[in-house]
């Protein structure tokens, strides 16, 4: 019923286009839907989201001595669309755990940038774990649709949300916050 869009970029590269940063105390409503429905398709309600990412690095004489890194959740409301005859409550309880799963992914992520040691090789360190998060991301997200039969499958549904609320919690050191 609900399908999500990945949106997967480097960070800074859509400045122009409106973006929602995950927040823990802000939950998405049918408002933060602007796209318009695609009849189309079968799809209730499509979730653009994705991870932006960016670092940089400092170098002397020739050699790496620090780097920094930023890594966000974003929901992208131009791209998020929804049937509003069809859709629901639940259906938006789909969409929002669409959104939950990214925010798993980049904490994940920035866990395991905390990882990372400085060296000559961190720039391609760096891109290797974008890569590889992104990856994860989307196979996350292809296999909770597929497990839920995109919320149509109420009982997966519980177990999905339960489930990630629970690793959000154990990486809750690596939350986005405002």
């Known amino acids: 019923m609900a399908k999500v869009f990945l949106i997967l970029c480097v960070f800074l590269c859509v400045q122009d286009e409106p ?20 009849p189309k398709v079968s799809a209730v309600a499509i979730t653009a989201s994705g991870i932006s ?43 929002q755990l669409h959104f939950d799963i990214t925010e798993l992914h980049v904490r994940k992520f920035r866990q395991r940038i905390s990882l990372l040691k400085v060296s000559n090789h961190i720039k391609n360190e760096l891109r290797q774990h974008n890569k590889t998060i992104n990856n994860e991301l989307a196979a996350m997200q292809d296999k ?32 986005s916050v405002e």
Do not use: C
């Not at 973006?19 to 796209?35: I, P, Q, R, V």
């Not at 791209?79 to 069809?86: A, D």
């Not at 597929?146 to 997966?156: G, V």
């Open 53 to 95: 990412f960016g670092f940089s690095v400092r170098e002397t004489d020739g050699e790496v001595v620090g780097f920094s890194a930023e890594v966000f959740s974003h929901f992208y409301p131009e791209q998020s669309w929804y049937k509003s005859n069809l859709a629901d409550n639940h259906v938006l309880g789909h969409e």
């Open 144 to 175: 909770y649709d597929a497990e839920t039969n995109y919320s149509r499958d109420s009982e997966n549904q519980a177990k999905w949300k339960s489930y990630i609320a629970d690793e959000l919690n154990k990486l809750s050191k690596y939350k």
């Open 19 to 38: 973006t929602l940063s995950w927040n823990e105390s802000y939950k998405l409503s049918w408002a933060d839907f602007k796209g318009a429905p695609n």
